[in-house]
């Protein structure tokens, strides 16, 4: 296994034609991938008592990928796909979706969060819940609402489709943060938490995502235009092989700057993993009583009587 | 939970019985599952628990091994394997090696077991019986074969973990656990019997794949990954003599040897050590002058375990 960075050849296949760009360490057996994961999924939602899930669908690969791999564990009739699109959202974003809702057949709906997300900063010069200034409000304070805006309405459908509310971000993602606390990370489960961007498109390739999907830059589409890889300054085979050493395999910054990583991303991306370790976490609880939850009251959330009747 | 375990483990008895099986092996608390934390005192049972005794009952003209949370007299819980025969708990093997790093947390609630100790068994041969990480520790199946056991038991509820392509059965975890019965089998020249779980729990898949390999190091039946079921092994018990008299490895140890070096290592490791001047004056790790070079071996080696 070469450790240098850079030149990665990627399965399926090389040369301009590639799909995406795959880091030979981070190659898994896609197979067995896709086998835990409906395993997991089916399991997830027996223990809690539910035989119906659901997600909000964004036409980008993660929730793609989560689809293909929901609707195989539970049947396609099981799974409700939400698209939640905001009036600046690139269309081929829910063209996309909509391609995975065919692909799959399973049940969708498309909710406009507009009215929701105007209602509150305001639009064309009409002040919002927010008050007065709502309109000026910045890039990240608008992304965030929106990411809650798509909680709140995944959470109140899944009491009316009786499903629970199946997790679409990457670990890539959540071990740097690019996530919204309440957001889009919000969710009962996750199937794919533990897969680097690169490993979700080599599994997406194998289940069948459209290749539209697979190939597309990928975007939180907060804004006409924005892709992740240039709001980061890095490319994901750049920066999973990055996490993949220096998180899975340990190697300490001497260690990664002698694999050829610039030392300036090294301690960037070292910065991110450590800010947002708030984000992986449950809530400290201050530790008063003589069984604190978390502490040292600790039981599987499937325990005898924990599913729902 | 423990109710349906303790009937699913009858029905599968039954059918192993119609098979024609001598020997029914139950992976590592396959009575209560394996993630469990505070719920191990809720589904722990005594030795002697009814519950016990009634599946043992289920036995008569058979070898059983299952596995199950043991309460001891001083409330001490234990992950326990026990062997079944004829209508009796024959033996209870309780589990010596306790994995709380990485992904595991059992030491946090369980207790060690300190008894390594074979068993005869109506099958004409002793049997040794380890529980999972027992045998990530060379010492385990040594002592057992030493002591005379000619086939080895390992009940095991092993997370499968590491998809990385470059394996040969895509699974890092199984491809580990292969290599060391393998190992076990050829160097013991003894039958190993390894029992893994299946299915997912929680966050974890077990990855199943149980085997049975011949004294010869031989794989003579590999279940598949993730897929639970029954499977049924013919074995010849008189390969373990072929075996030992062709290749005879276990007469050629040398306990004598092995005893004299560990307790020299003991005696200094634990700052005993009186024969050699040298080692009177670094009863303490830091001042070793490998204890570097040891540190960066470390940081190198591998991390597939159990």
């Given at each position: 296994m070469s450790a240098a960075?850079?030149?990665?050849?990627?399965?399926?296949?090389?040369?301009?034609?590639?799909?995406?760009?795959?880091?030979?360490?981070?190659?898994?057996?896609?197979?067995?991938?896709?086998?835990?994961?409906?395993?997991?999924?089916?399991?997830?939602?027996?223990?809690?008592?539910?035989?119906?899930?659901?997600?909000?669908?964004?036409?980008?690969?993660?929730?793609?990928?989560?689809?293909?791999?929901?609707?195989?564990?539970?049947?396609?009739?099981?799974?409700?796909?939400?698209?939640?699109?905001?009036?600046?959202?690139?269309?081929?974003?829910?063209?996309?979706?909509?391609?995975?809702?065919?692909?799959?057949?399973?049940?969708?709906?498309?909710?406009?969060?507009?009215?929701?997300?105007?209602?509150?900063?305001?639009?064309?010069?009409?002040?919002?819940?927010?008050?007065?200034?709502?309109?000026?409000?910045?890039?990240?304070?608008?992304?965030?609402?929106?990411?809650?805006?798509?909680?709140?309405?995944?959470?109140?459908?899944?009491?009316?489709?009786?499903?629970?509310?199946?997790?679409?971000g990457n670990k890539t993602e959540s071990l740097i943060g690019y996530t919204t606390l309440f957001g889009d990370s919000a969710c009962?489960?996750?199937?794919?938490?533990?897969?680097?961007?690169?490993?979700?498109?080599?599994?997406?390739?194998?289940?069948?995502?459209?290749?539209?999907?697979?190939?597309?830059?990928?975007?939180?589409?907060?804004?006409?235009?924005?892709?992740?890889?240039?709001?980061?300054?890095?490319?994901?085979?750049?920066?999973?092989?990055?996490?993949?050493?220096?998180?899975?395999?340990?190697?300490?910054?001497?260690?990664?700057?002698?694999?050829?990583?610039?030392?300036?991303?090294?301690?960037?991306?070292?910065?991110?993993?450590?800010?947002?370790?708030?984000?992986?976490?449950?809530?400290?609880?201050?530790?008063?009583?003589?069984?604190?939850?978390?502490?040292?009251?600790?039981?599987?959330?499937?325990?005898?009587?924990?599913?729902?009747? | 939970m423990l109710e349906t375990n303790l009937l699913r483990h009858r029905e599968l008895l039954a059918q192993a019985r119609a098979a024609g099986a001598g020997l029914v092996v139950f992976p590592e608390l396959g009575l209560t599952g394996y993630q469990l934390q505070d719920l191990a005192a809720e589904v722990a049972m005594r030795k002697d628990d009814p519950r016990l005794l009634g599946l043992a009952a289920?036995?008569?003209?058979?070898?059983?091994?299952?596995?199950?949370?043991?309460?001891?007299?001083?409330?001490?819980?234990?992950?326990?394997?026990?062997?079944?025969?004829?209508?009796?708990?024959?033996?209870?093997?309780?589990?010596?090696?306790?994995?709380?790093?990485?992904?595991?947390?059992?030491?946090?609630?369980?207790?060690?077991?300190?008894?390594?100790?074979?068993?005869?068994?109506?099958?004409?041969?002793?049997?040794?019986?380890?529980?999972?990480e027992d045998f990530w520790h060379l010492s385990v199946p040594e002592t057992l074969a030493l002591d005379g056991a000619q086939l080895l038991i390992n009940v095991s509820s092993s997370p499968g973990r590491d998809l990385a392509a470059i394996h040969e059965v895509g699974l890092g975890t199984a491809v580990s656990w292969r290599t060391l019965m393998r190992t076990y089998a050829q160097l013991t020249t003894s039958f190993v019997v390894f029992c893994n779980r299946v299915g997912m729990d929680e966050t974890i898949s077990f990855w199943g794949g149980s085997e049975v390999i011949a004294p010869s190091g031989e794989a003579l039946f590999t279940a598949p990954l993730f897929d639970e079921g029954l499977y049924t092994v013919d074995i010849e018990l008189g390969d373990v003599r072929r075996e030992r008299i062709g290749l005879p490895l276990l007469r050629d140890e040398r306990p004598e040897l092995h005893l004299r070096e560990l307790r020299r290592i003991l005696a200094h490791r634990t700052g005993l050590a009186i024969d050699e001047a040298s080692e009177a004056n670094d009863g303490g790790e830091a001042g070793r002058p490998e204890a570097g070079q040891r540190g960066a071996k470390a940081a190198g080696e591998p991390d597939r375990r159990p």
């Open positions: 960075p850079g030149g990665r050849q990627g399965e399926p296949n090389d040369g301009a034609d590639r799909l995406f760009e795959l880091p030979p360490e981070l190659a898994i057996d896609a197979e067995i991938a896709r086998r835990v994961i409906v395993d997991f999924v089916r399991n997830q939602l027996r223990q809690a008592g539910f035989s119906r899930g659901l997600l909000g669908l964004s036409g980008g690969i993660d929730s793609a990928l989560v689809a293909f791999l929901a609707a195989e564990a539970i049947g396609p009739e099981n799974l409700l796909c939400v698209l939640m699109p905001y009036r600046t959202s690139s269309p081929e974003s829910v063209e996309h979706a909509r391609l995975v809702v065919e692909r799959l057949g399973c049940e969708s709906d498309l909710v406009d969060i507009s009215p929701m997300v105007d209602g509150y900063f305001g639009r064309d010069g009409a002040a919002g819940a927010a008050g007065e200034g709502g309109g000026e409000a910045s890039p990240l304070r608008r992304g965030n609402l929106m990411a809650r805006e798509r909680m709140c309405v995944l959470y109140d459908r899944s009491v009316v489709w009786g499903g629970l509310v199946v997790g679409t009962a489960f996750n199937p794919i938490g533990d897969l680097y961007k690169s490993q979700v498109r080599q599994v997406a390739a194998a289940v069948g995502v459209p290749e539209a999907i697979i190939r597309k830059a990928p975007s939180a589409d907060l804004w006409p235009g924005q892709t992740d890889e240039a709001e980061a300054g890095f490319s994901y085979p750049e920066l999973d092989r990055l996490l993949f050493w220096m998180i899975d395999k340990r190697r300490t910054d001497e260690e990664l700057l002698a694999m050829g990583f610039p030392g300036p991303t090294v301690e960037r991306v070292k910065r991110l993993v450590a800010t947002s370790e708030f984000k992986r976490q449950v809530p400290p609880v201050a530790k008063l009583g003589p069984r604190t939850t978390g502490v040292d009251y600790l039981y599987p959330r499937r325990r005898p009587g924990s599913a729902r009747k | 289920d036995t008569k003209g058979l070898s059983a091994v299952v596995s199950f949370v043991e309460e001891a007299d001083d409330h001490r819980l234990f992950i326990s394997a026990a062997l079944l025969e004829d209508g009796d708990v024959r033996f209870v093997h309780r589990k010596l090696f306790l994995p709380t790093y990485g992904l595991f947390d059992e030491r946090r609630f369980f207790a060690a077991g300190d008894r390594l100790r074979t068993v005869d068994s109506r099958l004409g041969v002793k049997l040794g019986i380890a529980i999972c």
